[in-house]
């Protein structure tokens, strides 16, 4: 049981020393001291444990950003592990070996899916902390480092000319090769460099040997796009553009079927048919004779031969229907000429004389007849006067090519135009290349003058304005035109009623492609197989086109802009080539045929090739 004066007796003491102020101070100060001691031991142990994990975690930084670099597009155990050498050597360059107090430090780093991965961990011993019973802490930090670019638009703009089929070592002049690539032909070079690029960037195994494959799950899925503006002479674009962007009607060196009055027989008026002769022809063989008849009393053979009736044909009355009808002209006149057959039956009679008895046989054989009988009939004509043909006259024409337009952005690949026999519609093949828009005539590009549309990337065509469209460029409708006592190349107007030789080269280069995800390395890969070198060399036409493609504010600015969320791009046009321009005045460029259309050189002389080079 409690003792109630026991507990009034404590009570009293503590009352006592509580209000009693001398003495107790110096208990009361030991009394605070651990806990004080506590408190500050924690502190500044707290502190050795931030600081050392602040820099562990710096270091592991340091060293996975630089295994990453080190890695680049390649593979973590590329080069004897380099990209983890590199990681560890950072590390250690960051944290010193047992810095801070701390000791048996570990670290680690790996990868995957191109992200590079690292752990660390030090063990730090408690300074003040060890009489409160904590011994040693162990300080871990984690890292990671992946490469990452920016929202991407890459343009490749690639010369696919015919010496892209030459071999990649040496400078000698090999032409086109034969229009054969070599086994290490420059396009194969080109293709080899794009694929690794794209695999680099977009993280992709493509079909080439690029040193390394990109690692399962690595893909880069950012906004990144590649497009693809192939040239030679010329680019295939037009049917990547909407039908408004090219003209309905463009103007060809061609020709022109010339028509004169004339009178022409439209029908003939019949004539009377009429015998113009006939044949008779032996059918089969005669049959064997026979006594129709016999005479008494008959003194000798002359008075037998007397007796002998004579021979006759006898027709059947019934008359073939013609056969073997042909016609011709003469004089004017429309001639028929058919046959017909009748046949009917030949009575040949003889004699038979006995003197003995003074009798005298008559003798009869037959045989089939026929009667081949020519009838003839002569039409008269009648005339009309109407428009003939009468020759071609060669020149420049203009034609409605609206017929390749299918609506929206779909094209029809061929067109009917009156350049056939005599001035007859023809089926025209459009591959796709184009003729530039307005241009000028100048060697001064400095400033670009203002009509020249052709060097405008930004400009949008407008509706009903040829000088801002383009035109499709058509092999088929046209003529490089020689005339004159040397026939000779000319740009005046040949008359002709043959069909003259086309007198030019044409080439179209392989289809570009719009700025696009290839998400699929296989499409990515099939496209660069699928490139043709063949062709001269016009860098210009590439470059504008390319960058065309490319721009945010030109005729794709709908889709080149930004991101599909509103972000900002990076753009980039690549260009490769294994030389210099080559040109020819003889070829079916973007800009016509050079020498009879001299679009952008002086209408006065035909241009040299180093005129349009230097164009």
């Known amino acids: 049981m409690f003792d109630k004066a026991k507990k009034k007796s404590a009570k009293s003491f503590l009352q006592e020393l509580r209000s009693n102020t001398a003495g107790n101070t110096l208990a009361m100060a030991g009394m605070a001291l651990f806990p004080l001691a506590a408190m500050i031991g924690g502190g500044v142990d707290m502190s050795r444990i931030y600081l050392v994990q602040t820099r562990l975690q710096q270091a592991c930084d340091a060293g996975a950003l630089a295994g990453r670099r080190q890695m680049a597009g390649g593979y973590w155990g590329a080069n004897n592990n380099a990209a983890n050498t590199a990681a560890n050597n950072m590390f250690r360059a960051n944290f010193d070996t047992n810095a801070y107090g701390s000791y048996d430090g570990t670290t680690a780093f790996s990868e995957n899916a191109g992200t590079v991965t690292g752990t660390a961990t030090v063990k730090l011993d408690m300074a003040v902390m060890q009489m409160f019973g904590f011994g040693t802490k162990n300080v871990s930090v984690e890292c990671d ?42 396009i194969r ?16 195994d493509s079909d080439e040997d690029c040193g390394s494959t990109p690692a399962s799950g690595s ?79 008959v003194r000798n053979s002359y008075a037998c031969n007397s007796l002998q009736p004579d021979d006759y044909d006898e027709m059947s009355g019934n008359e073939s229907g013609r056969f073997s009808e042909s016609s011709w002209t003469s004089g004017g006149n429309r001639i028929t000429r058919w046959y017909t057959d009748e046949t009917g039956t030949r009575y040949d009679y003889s004699t038979q004389y006995s003197s003995s008895r003074d009798r005298c046989r008559i003798r009869l054989r037959t045989r089939t007849l026929l009667q081949r009988r020519e009838y003839r009939q002569v039409d008269t004509p009648v005339y009309e006067q109407q428009q003939v043909f ?5 020149k420049p024409v203009t034609f409605n090519v609206s017929g390749l337009k299918a609506g929206g952005s779909s094209w029809n690949n061929s067109i009917d135009l009156p350049i056939g ?44 304005n040829p000088a801002t469209q383009w035109g499709p460029l058509l092999e ?67 470059l ?71 164009q």
């Open 189 to 204: 070079g080109l293709r080899s460099a794009v694929k690794c690029f794209y695999e680099t960037l977009a993280k992709r």
């Open 390 to 394: 009468s020759h071609y006259d060669y």
């Open 219 to 297: 893909e880069n899925t950012a906004h990144l796009r590649f497009g693809f503006m192939p040239y030679s002479t010329n680019v295939n674009v037009g049917k990547l553009l909407p039908n408004d962007f090219l003209a309905n009607n463009w103007t060809y060196q061609s020709r022109e079927a010339v028509t004169r009055l004339e009178n022409v027989v439209v029908d003939y008026e019949a004539g009377t048919p009429y015998v113009y002769g006939s044949t008779y022809y032996y059918d089969g063989s005669w049959s064997r004779r026979s006594t129709v008849d016999t005479h008494y009393n």
């Open 544 to 614: 504008i086109w390319g960058a065309r493609f490319l721009s945010p504010t030109g005729i794709f600015a709908a889709e080149n802009a930004t991101t599909d969320n509103g972000g900002a791009i990076d753009r980039h046009l690549i260009f490769m080539t294994d030389g210099d321009t080559v040109t020819s005045n003889s070829q079916y460029t973007s800009y016509g045929v050079e020498w009879y259309d001299r679009r952008r050189t002086s209408a006065n002389s035909a241009p040299s090739s180093n005129d349009l080079t230097t």
């Open 476 to 542: 088929d409708a046209v003529w490089g035109r020689y005339g004159g006592y040397n026939n000779s190349r000319t740009t005046d107007t040949v008359s002709s009623s043959y069909t003259l030789s086309r007198n030019f080269s044409y080439t179209c280069a392989n289809e570009a492609r719009k700025l696009q995800r290839w998400d699929n390395p296989a499409d990515f890969d099939n496209y660069l197989d699928d490139l043709d070198a063949t062709g001269s060399t016009y860098h210009d036409i590439g």
């Open 145 to 186: 480092a992946s490469m990452a670019i920016p929202n991407t638009d890459v343009m490749f703009v690639l010369d696919t000319t015919g010496s892209m089929n030459c071999p990649d070592t040496g400078s000698n002049y090999c032409g086109n090769n034969g229009d054969v690539e070599a086994s290490n032909a420059r």
């Open 421 to 464: 026999n005599q001035g007859l519609d023809t089926g025209v093949t459009w591959d796709g290349c184009i003729e530039e828009r307005q241009t000028v005539r100048t060697t001064n590009f400095n400033p670009i003058p203002t009509a020249a549309y052709d060097l405008d990337i930004d400009r949008v065509p407008t509706t009903g």
